[in-house]
């Protein structure tokens, strides 16, 4: 044996009872498990890590991240590493950096200058699913990434490369093209399919062409996940709209942090439940994925009308600058109610920027746009309007909308599983980039019994797995990769906060990967041990 972690508290995936074992890893795989009192042997290794009675679990699966440039331009990635995350899932919110051609990753890097950087600091050597996959493997001078990574279709960078930035029905022969692109995606690897339908452009995209995509997800043995058309004023239509369109196309569901916000939907957890219950019951092939924290993530383009969007982000820079366009977005956003926001008049006390791209814009950090605009003398939409025009729409914001008892009944639910949804960049993210996983272990099973300790580890673990498709990741079973996180259940805990998002957790002292430790006595080691993780052929 390599190693055997001796004394262990098992906590393997499955959410029944943990045990004491030791367990043994040779060649990157677990090769033995001999729980406590069990005739023979203890496996013996070339080297011992006495586990104290330390928790061992499978590692976490993160299934909605957003570090498809951070793990290129970071080979230490504690924000993840360091939560014993050790399989992140790209590609999310209908957005990233692949299938695309020149035209098209241009634009896309501008999109989401907020979620990624604007990637100057990376070379884009890839153009497919397949040479992005590709690339993370050889990144670093072949070692590889930090931890590993599986990718989703991003459903509105394959409409801007087909379609481009127009409110239109793609036309037979754009569908055609897209379906292509899927599918091709789809064999060199990919997982499934995002899109992000509150965003531009992949909100344009009706029932019938998300349909017709599905299918060819489908018939490769992949999942849908929609960041849906509304979290706000339409949520419960938006999950039931995505539920009856993948059973239409025989497509397994996944959706992407599955929340109740805003006013509207405070205490309505309950009715979004038996609409997913009675779908699984019925057959219905779903899981969702959960961030337990109250406030949300996202740019502040993003809270725009989506006629504001159309035709890609010179066209929105152009319309904020023009005064009688921008007092009709206000009118949207601040009155109506815009789609971009969920269907709610916008609460500009609600949003709290966390991140800007220009120097000389720091000062708006940390603040919310109502507070921005109390010191500056103005009303907020003159705030706001302004920091679009100046940011060059690269603005990230908190938004503050969330209920905590929506949170907590949605985690506890039979096909829950763990997502940070954790964009990196800006001065002040969300800190559940850092700290979402320590948070389920600690606040809320620890502190809060909301889920046993089994049980939490199984949302966090097995059941991604399962979703994923690998049937050698999620437990802590003979023959598994040893993807394996050892925690103590009695100090594990959230480090970071709204006030330090970037301080790491607590009581995580040994993470590994295929049998190599990247977290060994709480520190990062040098070791990049994360590939690419690929859906296995079909279709």
Not at 155 to 164: L, N
Request: net charge negative.
């Amino acid at each position: 044996m390599d190693l055997v972690i001796r004394d262990a508290r098992v906590i393997d995936g499955t959410a029944t009872p943990s045990y004491r074992a030791d367990v043994a890893v040779r060649d990157g795989r677990i090769a033995e498990i001999h729980p406590e009192h069990a005739p023979g042997p203890r496996p013996s290794a070339a080297r011992t890590l006495d586990a104290g009675g330390l928790a061992l679990s499978p590692g976490f699966v993160d299934m909605h991240a957003h570090s498809d440039l951070a793990l290129l331009r970071d080979p230490d990635h504690s924000a993840k590493a360091a939560q014993g995350v050790t399989l992140e899932v790209l590609g999310q919110d209908g957005l990233s950096y692949a299938p695309v051609d020149d035209r098209t990753l241009a634009e896309v890097r501008r999109s989401i200058t907020g979620w990624n950087g604007d990637g100057s600091d990376i070379d884009f050597d890839w153009r497919t699913v397949g040479e992005y996959l590709d690339r993370l493997d050889r990144n670093f001078g072949g070692r590889g990434i930090a931890v590993n990574a599986a990718y989703l279709i991003p459903q509105g960078t394959v409409r801007m490369y087909a379609v481009g930035w127009d409110d239109r029905p793609a036309t037979d022969a754009e569908l055609t093209r897209m379906k292509e692109l899927v599918a091709r995606s789809m064999t060199e690897g990919a997982v499934g399919m995002s899109s992000g339908l509150t965003y531009t452009p992949g909100m344009y995209a009706d029932d019938a062409e998300l349909t017709a995509l599905c299918r060819v997800v489908a018939r490769h043995g992949g999942y849908y996940c929609p960041h849906h058309r509304s979290y706000g004023a339409g949520a419960l239509e938006a999950y039931e709209e995505m539920v009856r369109l993948t059973r239409t196309a025989g497509c397994a569901l996944h959706l992407a942090h599955a929340t109740m916000n805003f006013g509207v939907n405070e205490g309505k957890a309950p009715e979004l439940l038996g609409l997913l219950d009675r779908a699984l019951d019925s057959g219905a092939d779903i899981s969702l994925d959960t961030y337990p924290y109250t406030p949300g993530c996202t740019t502040l383009v993003a809270m725009l009308p989506s006629w504001a969007s159309e035709g890609g982000p010179e066209s929105i820079l152009a319309r904020l600058a023009d005064d009688t366009t921008a007092a009709r977005i206000r009118h949207a956003m601040e009155v109506v109610g815009a789609d971009g926001c969920h269907g709610v008049p916008i609460e500009w006390d609600t949003i709290e920027i966390s991140g800007v791209s220009v120097p000389g814009l720091d000062a708006y950090v940390g603040r919310t746009v109502a507070e921005s605009a109390r010191l500056r003398g103005e009303e907020p939409w003159v705030t706001a309007r302004r920091l679009l025009l100046e940011d060059r729409l690269g603005t990230t914001i908190l938004q503050h909308v969330g209920h905590e008892e929506n949170v907590r009944q949605i985690m506890r639910h039979r096909v829950h599983t763990g997502g940070s949804d954790g964009i990196l960049q800006g001065d002040k993210p969300h800190p559940r980039a850092y700290g979402t996983f320590p948070q389920y272990l600690g606040r809320y099973t620890r502190e809060l019994g909301i889920l046993t300790l089994e049980e939490c580890v199984a949302h966090l673990t097995s059941r991604p797995a399962a979703r994923l498709g690998l049937t050698d990741r999620g437990h802590v079973r003979e023959g598994y990769r040893a993807d394996l996180v050892l925690f103590d259940p009695s100090t594990v805990a959230a480090g970071s906060t709204f006030e330090q998002p970037r301080t790491l957790p607590f009581g995580i002292p040994h993470v590994l990967i295929d049998g190599r430790f990247v977290i060994e006595d709480g520190r990062r080691t040098q070791v990049l041990a994360g590939r690419s993780v690929r859906s296995a052929p079909r279709g």
